[in-house]
């Protein structure tokens, strides 16, 4: 056993460049890399070695997250490395097997089941989300940090903004945010556009608070949100958004949720389909789904541009912001990091050491597969018309989307 994870250590080594170590149970360290090593792993038992061994980086994480491991160090470092050096301890059989019988388990095909779901992640209540989301919107998706971008609450202003402007968001018109978590794209859309607006969200504590946020901004005669399943259309829009709703839907359920999308538009409407996406097909890992969003699955880009294909949606636009999800989730690792204190204060038996390393995980983990060259996991950004559009229907060119950035329609008019 010793000589395989010398073997892995070492090889992990070579293909990174970066130094590190991995102290056995019994005191034995293999070292990799030139100089001092960037971060440490400290093996604390034979249970936590067969657990690697057995079933790849999941276990290995596992035994951290029950402090059977320890890690030393910069954990940056740590998962940038295991992002290049996956092959070395990617999932072994059992957790193949695992991880389809999770998915068939906490399949999203029933709407009770899926609101299960969205409920255990997004149901962690505003206070949690406040102390590390930006203020005051709370956007809990890929923010957009163009050149001179300076904050995290710059950079989700601009990724409203960037969409706003995307699907010709105009006065008088009405839109529906598709899973619209805590409102933020709603508030400062209506703000700056003077469009109004309806949320759809399965997430009752998301649906509860933001009831009563439109209700003390004074928006209820222009914003509203329904607590519904993000298949079950009401109504026709003129526009359509959609920001990290489509993860969600599951394997089996990308058809109906694509198709929900059209739906929702009236024809020669716009919409705008902003989601995690692989460049390939691939399975989604079980750590995410496991421990992080249950019901969870992350589509093909090819996949689902033949869901939108098939519902009569003409793609305009696709925009890959893989390096700005990168930028943005270390701006939450950061923020999570510095607030543990705070949030640990809201429930301790909750938000408990456990939970802090998956969510360490989680952040980092992801902050450093946007950004691995090896990675193959994107965020997507699609533009799309019900029906053909028209010349009279959307611009020519690109141009409108960056002249002026303080009005969505880019016309140099502001609000």
């Given amino acids: 056993m010793a000589l395989s994870i010398q073997g892995i250590v070492e090889s992990i080594g070579a293909r990174t460049g970066t130094p590190f170590e991995v102290v056995m149970p019994d005191g034995t360290r293999w070292r990799t890399g030139p100089g001092e090593p960037r971060f440490g792993i400290l093996v604390r038992s034979q249970a936590a070695l067969v657990a690697a061994l057995t079933r790849g980086y999941v276990g290995l994480l596992e035994a951290w997250f029950d402090g059977k491991v320890e890690v030393q160090g910069d954990l940056g470092a740590l998962f940038a490395a295991g992002a290049v050096g996956y092959g070395q301890l990617e999932s072994r059989a059992v957790t193949k097997v695992e991880n389809h019988l999770l998915e068939w388990r906490s399949s999203n095909r029933d709407p009770a089941r899926a609101k299960a779901n969205a409920r255990a992640h997004y149901g962690l209540g505003a206070d949690f989300y406040r102390l590390w989301l930006d203020e005051p919107l709370m956007m809990y998706t890929c923010g957009y940090w163009p050149e001179g971008t300076a904050s995290l609450e710059q950079a989700q202003r601009n990724k409203i903004d960037h969409v706003c402007r995307k699907i010709r968001l105009a006065e008088g018109e009405r839109f529906v945010d598709i899973g619209c978590g805590f409102g933020g794209f709603m508030f400062r859309a209506a703000q700056t556009t003077g469009a109004s607006g309806v949320g759809v969200n399965t997430a009752t504590e998301q649906v509860e608070w933001l009831q009563g946020e439109i209700a003390r901004r004074g928006l209820r ?9 993000f298949r079950e259309v009401d109504a026709q829009y003129d526009k359509v958004v959609s920001i990290g709703v489509l993860e969600h839907a599951g394997r089996d359920q990308l058809a109906g949720v694509v198709r929900a999308h059209a739906d929702f538009l009236k024809p020669g409407g716009l919409g705008m389909l902003h989601f995690i996406g692989h460049v390939g097909r691939y399975d989604t890992e079980l750590f995410i789904r496991k421990h992080v ?6 589509p093909s880009l090819a996949d689902v541009i033949v869901e939108m294909e098939r519902c009569g949606l003409e793609i305009l636009d696709i925009e890959n912001l893989r390096r700005h999800y990168a930028l943005t989730l270390d701006a939450w690792a950061g923020r999570f990091q510095r607030h543990w204190h705070a949030i640990r204060a809201l429930d301790a038996a909750r938000f408990d050491e456990r939970f802090r390393r998956i969510w360490l995980t989680y952040l980092i983990g992801c902050a450093e597969m946007f950004r ?6 994107h965020l997507f950004q699609i533009v799309f018309s019900k029906g053909n559009v028209t010349r009279d229907g959307y611009p020519m060119a690109r141009a409108f989307l960056h002249a002026g950035a ?9 609000r």
């Fill in 293 to 298: 969003f249950p019901g969870g699955w992350i």
């Fill in 372 to 377: 691995s060259p090896a990675g193959y996991t």
């Fill in 406 to 414: 303080g009005d969505a329609r880019g016309d140099g008019r502001g």
């Fill in 221 to 229: 005669d222009r914003l509203w949100v329904r607590e519904a399943d």
